[in-house]
DNA sequence: CTGACTTAGTGTATTTACCACACTAATATA
DNA sequence: TATATTAGTGTGGTAAATACACTAAGTCAG
């Protein structure tokens, strides 16, 4: 449930051998004119729309992978962090903002960009079906959202790193909150299990799932009812999270 | 158990936009001749050592933090990939080959490093106890191990890195078979135990330990046994990683 | 207004995983 | 030959996971 802060380094008594190496064995790669690598970050952002998890992509204009999705992303300005460059582009992308938000891996194989050596530091955020809404449809031509089960053929290996966010996902799924931030504030027991659902792609045993999550505490019953299409109504609840319980 | 491969992109019709206000933005922080971040890989190596789990660190012998120490590394050359040069500064330090090696995290606060603004991919390493012996004492001066459990003064954040890296070992204990890259391939039950027992610092029922492990069957009996001090003497195991059972 | 349809909400019995706990046998050493 | 050391083994109790089916509150169409 938790991500640790930032920060480190490096430069020791073996850096300086390392780096007078480094230009040595560069034989280039594309480009001598770079040194070193670049760094950017991307940000693969998921929500639910229309009970299926789907991904927001970026439609690419130029060379290389011209006319191809993509996931969005940027170069790391020098004087920013790398999670606040992450919600940079997050803003900039959906206008979006407060939205979970974590490292997932960073990506940096030479010749994964054709242009030139780019090192990638993927950061993997969800927005809430509610505020999802506000942007999205905009500059349609360019963005857009798919399911993550019927992906367009993606630029680079973006690919790749779409399984290994939902492979993360997956996992963290039982043993952190990080559904809750799927969902609007308040919400309904079956709707917390759809996103279960959705994101595990199979079906549970309702019983046995509000037994699970009711007995973790980490619930608080609203009082209040959501009365929806030809049902009975249903008790919304609220995630509270002073209720550090385990799931 | 898995990591899945490198490899990535992000460079896209917003990119462009990013990455012109990225140079307007940057009210310099220490180098405006630095235009762009400095990318390093730093690699936390553990290992046991005398019933004891250590790190590797490196004594600095300049500013800043001089005489502190510190997890080794160095810069990425612009042609290799971040696991081979992880791989790189881990034969640089200790000579060995071959190690459990992951990519931890990715730390990159500007400021971390005083000097300039420095990127590092840490990745977390664990040598078997047996091919430690190979180095680890050569250039002492510098080079030491260190308990995790009683750490000196650490060089810029290193000791949260730690802290990280220690709690990731943890958390993976138990559901991969990483507890058996810091063995030989030959080892008795206890000697398993005392891994489990020195990584989560507590003790473990030894009845309950060897019922769980065996019925994974993940471990094969060598049919070899091993004889030793004053006691009986004990099976030989290997792990089989065809066996892929769930720990 | 009535009948058909949809989903919320609830309990029990079975199986499986987890945990606490103590003695005997093989070997080395003094 | 006595002492010290560790390997190896089983059982019962408790908590968690799973499989499974019906009733009641509401909506909608006719």
Redesign the interface.
């Known amino acids: 449930m938790e991500q640790?802060?930032?920060?480190?380094?490096?430069?020791?008594?073996?850096?300086k051998?390392?780096?007078e190496?480094?230009e040595a064995?560069?034989?280039?790669?594309d480009a001598s004119k770079?040194?070193?690598?670049?760094?950017?970050?991307?940000v693969v952002m998921m929500s639910l729309r229309k009970r299926d998890l789907q991904v927001l992509l970026?439609?690419?204009?130029s060379w290389p992978y011209e006319g191809m999705w993509?996931?969005?992303?940027?170069?790391?300005?020098?004087?920013?962090?790398?999670e606040t460059a992450a919600k940079?582009?997050l803003q900039?992308?959906t206008g979006v903002q407060d939205v979970y938000l974590e490292?997932l891996?960073?990506?940096?194989?030479?010749g994964?960009?054709p242009?030139t050596?780019?090192?990638?530091?993927?950061y993997f955020a969800l927005l809430d079906s509610e505020r999802l809404q506000v942007r999205a449809a905009d500059d349609a031509a360019?963005v857009g959202w798919f399911s993550v089960y019927d992906l367009p053929s993606l630029?680079?290996?973006?690919e790749?790193?779409l399984?290994?966010s939902l492979?993360r996902l997956r996992g963290k799924l039982d043993y952190t909150t990080i559904a809750f931030s799927l969902l609007p504030e308040q919400f309904t027991l079956r709707e917390l299990q759809r996103v279960y659902e959705i994101i595990l792609h199979k079906r549970l045993d309702k019983r046995n799932f509000r037994k699970k999550i009711l007995s973790t505490g980490i619930l608080e019953d609203t009082g209040a009812k959501k009365m929806e299409g030809t049902h009975r109504p249903a008790r919304l609840y609220r995630f509270n999270p002073e209720a550090e319980a385990k799931l």
């Open positions: 640790t802060e930032e920060q480190s380094e490096s430069t020791n008594s073996a850096l051998r390392v780096q190496t480094a064995k560069a034989h280039t790669y770079y040194e070193r690598p670049s760094v950017t970050v991307d970026i439609k690419r204009r993509a996931i969005p992303g940027g170069f790391v300005n020098i004087d920013e962090s790398l940079r582009e900039e992308e490292q891996y960073t990506f940096g194989d030479p994964r960009d242009r050596r780019v090192i990638t530091v993927v360019d630029a680079f290996d973006h790749k790193i399984h290994y492979e």
